[in-house]
């Protein structure tokens, strides 16, 4: 398995993907007039296998179970005999293991850094008209700035934050991100000019979007599935004053420190194995993890590429993107939108209207009961083995098939109530099915997306977190132009109706998803490694007695 010479971790030779490349044509894949586009393809499935099996061989390691002859995803330059500690048998370190309570706490602290960067994102949106007032800002466009350089962070951020995540853990990077944060939010609340409120700004949206990306991994890690949608519960808060939500970041950074372990297994391994070497620096044990290739090229070329190339080659991620994007930037089209509806054409105080966003949280927890509901079917279709019930698609699809018409009508219920002879209660509690359908899509889609890529879950999350970002940065500037040109009924017409033709997505899924997933490079690659993990696994079941030591050492052969 460990090889001296070889250099798996690292993109291969450019001659040696051009002759894989040549032998794929060869092996009954026609070369037709796309020869370059089918040079790329073939180029991005070479480095989605290795990226695969590199991940996979790993995991083989950190489990103890004893790689074929063929194996070489591990880069070691020392020739001398070495151990690779691993999981044992029902190890209490695993994170799999960890107590439910534990599990739990894990949940309930993630939420609440999630929470706490969603509601950074829109803390500003009823304070805008007092600060613009303050700083002497008239633009339109300016007055919507403090929300998209927010999310300008969001679409850079992720693609740094998920896939590092995979590649050195998650604890650290958390609490880096968290505390630089707080910094920013700081500086936001003491900024002395509108320039730098803006440039704090990107910056706060920038780190704080790490929750976003990590959370998904950190909950993947604990979970054999996915857990029930928590992550996607994104409680609404609307507040004027940026000292809270510097309150809030603060109190937050209590809980991660204390109470949010890394839970990487390869990085749990790592540090056991420096535990032994500390104990006995004589003893030469190590992590499967410690001996891989870390070097710069490896993490440009596979690590930071992997959201760009999941969202460029796969279509459950690009269809995902497309239309979480929409309904992100919708979301972030109703903070102008409220003002424009409650206070120009009711007269109501932005205090007032602020309130009436209240509806949209209601509707949020709603969904949480529709989610249960439908996890306690569906748990119960599979005890009684039915066959529905045992395809991927079921486990999180439906939901979004329920939301997006919901989203929809919601929206198209708020255009035509929203008039002067309707009283204002009516168009507001359009704001539940906007809750409603916001959240089902999210947490459909979002952890459909987990289970399918599994552990390159915070990648894909982190591709569909900077995609939708980036829509919600240029469709708010329009918000204004849109409603002035459209009308109330116009404007939200036309968002509706681009909600309800991209609702057919979720459907597309459940009637096509395993075909999809079955043509994806991704999805292929993890599924092969995976077999071929567990297939190994249980041949060594039967001939474990010898190859594990009562430490939960693994012994290696010596490296030649």
């Known amino acids: 398995m460990l090889d001296s010479e070889s250099n798996e971790g690292r993109l291969q030779p450019l001659q040696e993907i051009s002759t894989r490349i040549s032998q794929h044509s060869s092996n009954g894949v026609p070369v037709r007039r796309e020869k370059t586009r089918s040079q790329f393809s073939a180029i991005v499935r070479i480095i989605s296998d290795q990226d695969a099996e590199s991940r996979y061989k790993t995991e083989e390691a950190d489990n103890g179970i004893q790689p074929s002859s063929e194996s070489h995803c591990i880069s070691i330059h020392d020739t001398a005999s070495k151990k690779i500690v691993s999981w044992e048998p029902n190890d209490k370190e695993n994170p799999y293991n960890w107590s439910d309570r534990r599990k739990s706490m894990i949940t309930i602290v993630t939420m609440l850094t999630v929470i706490n960067t969603t509601m950074g994102s829109s803390l500003p949106s009823m304070a805008i008209p007092y600060m613009t007032r303050e700083w002497g800002v008239t633009s339109d466009i300016q007055k919507v700035l403090p929300i998209s350089t927010y999310l300008i962070g969001y679409v850079l951020g992720p693609l740094l934050w998920g896939p590092l995540s995979e590649h050195i853990g998650r604890r650290n990077l958390t609490i880096v991100a968290l505390f630089l944060f707080i910094l920013w939010t700081l500086g936001c609340a003491l900024s002395p000019n509108w320039p730098a409120f803006l440039i704090f700004r990107l910056l706060c949206g920038g780190f704080g979007s790490a ?10 890690d604990i979970y054999m599935r996915s857990p029930f949608g928590t992550y996607h519960i994104r409680v609404l808060f609307y507040y004027n004053w940026m000292a809270l939500d510097l309150l809030y970041a603060g109190a937050t950074m209590l809980p991660v420190l204390f109470y949010l372990p890394e839970t990487y297994a390869p990085v749990l391994l ?6 032994l070497r500390k104990a006995d620096p ?6 499967a993890f410690e ?3 870390k070097d710069v090229k490896q993490i440009v070329t596979k690590v930071l590429t992997r959201p760009i190339r999941m969202i460029m080659t796969e279509l459950i991620v690009t269809a995902t993107c497309i239309y979480l994007a929409l309904v992100y930037a919708i979301f972030y089209i109703s903070f102008g939108a409220f003002p424009i509806i409650f206070q120009n054409l009711y007269g109501l105080s932005p205090g007032v209207a602020g309130l009436l966003f209240l509806p949209i949280f209601g509707g949020a927890v709603i969904a949480l009961g529709i989610f249960f509901a439908w996890d ?8 009684k083995n039915r066959p529905w019930a045992k395809k991927e698609e079921y486990r999180r699809i439906p939901l979004a098939a329920i939301g997006g018409p919901v989203f929809a009508i919601s929206l198209f219920w708020l255009g035509f109530s929203a008039r002067t002879d309707v009283p204002y209660a009516v168009p507001s509690l359009a704001g539940i099915g906007f809750g409603i359908g916001f959240q089902l899509i999210f947490i459909g889609m979002i952890n459909y997306l987990t289970d399918a890529y599994e552990v390159f879950a915070a990648s894909a999350n982190a591709a569909a977190s900077s995609a939708r970002s980036f829509l919600a940065v240029v469709l708010p500037l329009a918000t204004t132009p849109m409603f002035q040109q459209l009308g109330i009924s116009g404007a939200l017409s036309l968002l509706g109706g681009l909600s309800l033709l991209l609702s057919i997505i979720p459907f597309i899924f459940l009637w096509k998803g395993e075909t999809i997933r ?3 490079a991704f999805c292929i690659a993890l599924k092969e490694s995976r077999a071929e993990m567990q297939r190994r696994a249980e041949q060594q079941m ?3 007695d010898g190859h594990i030591t009562s430490g939960g050492v693994f012994q290696e052969k010596e490296i030649a």
């Open 211 to 220: 929750p976003i990306a990590i959370v998904t991994g950190q909950l993947a």
């Open 270 to 275: 790592t540090q056991r194995a420096q535990k």
């Open 282 to 287: 004589t003893v030469r044990v190590y992590a």
């Open 291 to 293: 001996l891989e290739d």
């Open 376 to 383: 306690g079917y569906l748990r119960r279709s599979q005890e």
């Open 518 to 520: 079955a043509r994806s």
């Open 542 to 544: 039967e001939k474990r």
